[in-house]
């Protein structure tokens, strides 16, 4: 069954359903949010898009105007959406080097957003990746220490 089967519009889920939802990557998955409110200070924000692409309930981490990206979530894992503006190009480019063949494949390939930036969607399946998507918000916020 689908995330947006299990819970329709009318039926928010709460953030253990979320978790249990990722299976084995649940650990993955605690451990991140823990980051995100550590390092960012910032908690989840749980809404529901419509959107056709990627319909359901999804998490969203800001802090002040910094937007960390939005998390669908899939059996073990999550898909994200992650958007920076044009002035961090080249700081994207320089962690294609340190980053999996995967990610890296998906900053060269990033396209424009609205004209602001440029966006990605990927699957994070793996502890690799998320290291890969912590650098990248480090780019955007530096992390409290």
């Given at each position: 069954?689908t995330?947006?089967?299990?819970?329709?519009?009318e039926n928010?889920?709460?953030?253990?359903?979320?978790?249990?939802y990722?299976?084995?990557?649940?650990?993955?998955?605690?451990?991140?949010?823990?980051?995100?409110?550590?390092?960012?200070?910032c908690?989840?924000k749980?809404?529901?898009?419509?959107c056709?692409?990627k319909?359901?309930?999804?998490?969203?981490?800001?802090?002040?105007?910094?937007?960390?990206?939005?998390?669908?979530?899939?059996?073990e894992g999550f898909?994200?959406?992650?958007?920076?503006?044009?002035?961090f190009?080249?700081?994207?480019?320089?962690?294609?080097?340190?980053m999996?063949s995967k990610?890296?494949?998906?900053?060269?390939?990033?396209?424009?957003?609205?004209?602001?930036?440029?966006?990605?969607?990927?699957?994070?399946?793996n502890?690799?990746?998320?290291?890969?998507y912590?650098r990248?918000?480090?780019?955007?916020?530096?992390?409290?220490?």
């Open positions: 069954m995330w947006n089967e299990l819970f329709p519009k928010q889920p709460a953030m253990h359903d979320i978790a249990e990722a299976g084995t990557f649940k650990p993955h998955w605690l451990n991140l949010i823990e980051y995100f409110e550590t390092a960012y200070k908690k989840p749980m809404t529901y898009s419509c056709g692409m319909p359901g309930w999804n998490l969203k981490f800001q802090k002040s105007n910094t937007n960390f990206g939005t998390w669908y979530p899939k059996p898909e994200a959406m992650f958007v920076w503006s044009y002035k190009d080249d700081e994207m480019r320089m962690l294609i080097p340190v999996t990610m890296a494949e998906h900053v060269q390939k990033a396209e424009d957003f609205m004209k602001n930036g440029r966006w990605i969607m990927f699957e994070a399946d502890g690799l990746i998320i290291e890969d912590k990248m918000c480090a780019v955007k916020k530096v992390p409290a220490a």
